[in-house]
C-alpha cells in the first residue's frame, strides 16, 4: 500500500511539473522580446545622386542616432525630419536621438527656403532695369488709335526689363512683412492655387499674379526700403510716411478717394524709388519711342492680329508676328508663363504684351490733345489703369495702344506688374 501511495505521489508531482513547464511556455509567448521596426526617409523635393536614402531598423522601445541626411535641395536648407509631409518645423534635428514605437514609420525632409539677397537676385538677371532715355523735343507722339494722340515729352526714367517674378514678390513680401507691412493679398506663383507660399524652382520666374493695385504700391514702397532707397507712395503731402498697408477694410470693395489712401497716396514723383510706371512711360518703352505702332504688339513687326507680309520694322534682325512675342490666349496653354520666354521688344523689354495685364500708375481718364510734359494721368477717377494684356485675353489686347483699367482693390489672376523708377 505504501508503494502504491508513493507511486500516486509521484504521478502527482510529475503532472504539477507538466502543468508548471506549460504555464511557463505560455508566459513565454505573452512577454517574447519586442519586434523590430523600420524607419524610411523621404526627401521631400531633395536630391542626391542616387535619390535613395537606406531605410533604418530598430527594435521596439529601443533608441537609436537617425541615419545622417544625405540630401540637398537647391535654395533651401535642411532643418531636420517630420512625420508628416506638409509640416512647418522639423521634429527631429539631424542624427537626433530617435525612439521606435510599435510600427514603422516615414520621416519627411524639411526645408526652409533660403531668402535670395537683392544681389543675389541682381545676379540672376530678374531684377534687371533698363535705363529710357526721355525725350524733350516734342517728337514722340503717344496714340491709342489712328484719330487719337498727343505729344508727350518724357523724361528720363528705368524700367524692369521683367515683370515682377514671384520670387522677387516673396522675397520683398517677407522682408516687408517682418518690418511693419502688411498686405490684402500675399501674391500667387504665377496662376498658382495657394497664395504666398514658398517659391518653387518650377514657377519662381513666373509673375506674380493676384495683387492689386493697393498691394503693388505698397510693396513698391517696401522694396525700397529694402534697396535702401526713398519711398514714393504717402498718407502725407509733406511725404513723411510712406503708406505701408494696402488692407483697408472700411472700404476693401470700393474705392477710397481720401487723399492719402492706400488708393489715392500722395506719390512723391522726385524720389529715385520704386514705383508702378505711369501710362506714358509704359507706352513709350512698349512702343520704344512708335517703332511699333499702336496696333503691334511690342516687339512685333507687324500689326496684332497680322499672319503674313511681315517686314522687319524695328532693324534687329528678326521678323516677328504677336506669338513670337507675347503669351496670349492662343498660344498660353491657358496659364501663366516664365517671364522672359517670348523675343524682347528692340529696347530689351520682355512681356510688355501679354503673359499678365501690369498695372499703371494711373486713374482712368481721357486721354488729352494738348502737348504735354510727365503727363501723369487724370487727377481723380475709380479704376487704375493696366496695359498689356495676358495670356487669358485675345490678341487685341496685346496693341502697344490698348488702353484698359480696373478698380485698384481687384486682383485677378492676370495681373501683375512691372516697377519703374526715376532718374
Known amino acids: 500500500m505504501k508503494r502504491r501511495s508513493i507511486n500516486k505521489n509521484m504521478g502527482v508531482a510529475f503532472t504539477i511539473l507538466f502543468l508548471c513547464v506549460f504555464c511557463t511556455s505560455a508566459v513565454t509567448e505573452i512577454i517574447d522580446e519586442p519586434g523590430s521596426h523600420t524607419i524610411t526617409f523621404d526627401a521631400n523635393g531633395g536630391t542626391m545622386e542616387s535619390r535613395t536614402m537606406e531605410s533604418q531598423t530598430m527594435a521596439e522601445g529601443s533608441s537609436a542616432d537617425l541615419m545622417a541626411n544625405p540630401y540637398i535641395r537647391s535654395g533651401y536648407s535642411f532643418t531636420g525630419w517630420a512625420i508628416s509631409e506638409n509640416a512647418a518645423s522639423a521634429v527631429y534635428a539631424d542624427q537626433?536621438?530617435?525612439?521606435?514605437?510599435?510600427?514603422?514609420?516615414?520621416?519627411y525632409a524639411v526645408w526652409i527656403w533660403n531668402a535670395p539677397t537683392l544681389s543675389e537676385l541682381q545676379?540672376?538677371?530678374y531684377i534687371t532695369m533698363i535705363d529710357?532715355?526721355?525725350?524733350?523735343?516734342?517728337?514722340?507722339?503717344q496714340a491709342t488709335s489712328t484719330t487719337t494722340g498727343f505729344v508727350h515729352n518724357i523724361s528720363a526714367f528705368s524700367l524692369g526689363k521683367f515683370e515682377v517674378t514671384y520670387e522677387l514678390w516673396y522675397t520683398v513680401y517677407r522682408w516687408a512683412l517682418s518690418n511693419g507691412y502688411a498686405f490684402a493679398n500675399?501674391?500667387?506663383?504665377?496662376k498658382g492655387a495657394t497664395p504666398g507660399t514658398v517659391p518653387t524652382i518650377a514657377a519662381m520666374h513666373e509673375p506674380v499674379t493676384t495683387v492689386n493695385w493697393r498691394d503693388c504700391i505698397v510693396w513698391c514702397n517696401a522694396y525700397s526700403e529694402m534697396a535702401g532707397k526713398i519711398p514714393v507712395y504717402y498718407?502725407?503731402?509733406?511725404?513723411?510716411?510712406?503708406?505701408?498697408?494696402?488692407?483697408?477694410?472700411?472700404?476693401?470693395?470700393?474705392?477710397?478717394?481720401?487723399?492719402?489712401?492706400?488708393?489715392?497716396?500722395y506719390i512723391n514723383m522726385s524720389?529715385?524709388?520704386?514705383?508702378?510706371?505711369?501710362?506714358?512711360?509704359?507706352?513709350?518703352?512698349?512702343?520704344?519711342?512708335?517703332?511699333?505702332?499702336?496696333?503691334?504688339?511690342?516687339?512685333?513687326?507687324?500689326?496684332?492680329?497680322?499672319?503674313s507680309g511681315i517686314v522687319d520694322i524695328d532693324?534687329?534682325?528678326?521678323?516677328?508676328?504677336?506669338?513670337?512675342?507675347?503669351?496670349y490666349t492662343s498660344n498660353s496653354s491657358v496659364t501663366t508663363r516664365t517671364v522672359g520666354t517670348k523675343a524682347a521688344n528692340v529696347w530689351g523689354f520682355c512681356d510688355l504684351s501679354g503673359n499678365v495685364c501690369e498695372w499703371c500708375q494711373d486713374w482712368f481718364g481721357t486721354l488729352p490733345t494738348a502737348a504735354q510734359a510727365n503727363y501723369k494721368?487724370?487727377?481723380s477717377g475709380l479704376y487704375r489703369i493696366l496695359r498689356g494684356g495676358s495670356w487669358l485675353y485675345l490678341s487685341r489686347y496685346l496693341q502697344v495702344g490698348s488702353r484698359n483699367y480696373y478698380d485698384p482693390y481687384y486682383g485677378g489672376s492676370y495681373f501683375g506688374f512691372r516697377v519703374c523708377c526715376g532718374r
Open 96 to 107: 537626433s536621438s530617435y525612439t521606435m514605437g510599435t510600427a514603422d514609420v516615414k520621416l
Open 377 to 379: 494721368g487724370a487727377s
Open 271 to 307: 524720389s529715385k524709388g520704386y514705383r508702378l510706371p505711369t501710362e506714358g512711360e509704359w507706352m513709350y518703352a512698349a512702343s520704344c519711342k512708335s517703332v511699333y505702332p499702336y496696333d503691334y504688339a511690342s516687339g512685333a513687326d507687324a500689326p496684332y492680329d497680322a499672319t
Open 132 to 141: 529710357v532715355h526721355g525725350v524733350m523735343d516734342g517728337s514722340y507722339k
Open 235 to 265: 498718407s502725407d503731402s509733406a511725404y513723411l510716411f510712406p503708406i505701408r498697408s494696402s488692407v483697408d477694410y472700411s472700404y476693401g470693395s470700393s474705392v477710397n478717394t481720401k487723399s492719402g489712401s492706400a488708393d489715392n497716396p
Open 123 to 125: 545676379k540672376g538677371g
Open 315 to 327: 532693324g534687329d534682325g528678326d521678323v516677328q508676328y504677336s506669338g513670337d512675342v507675347a503669351w
Open 186 to 190: 500675399a501674391g500667387f506663383e504665377g
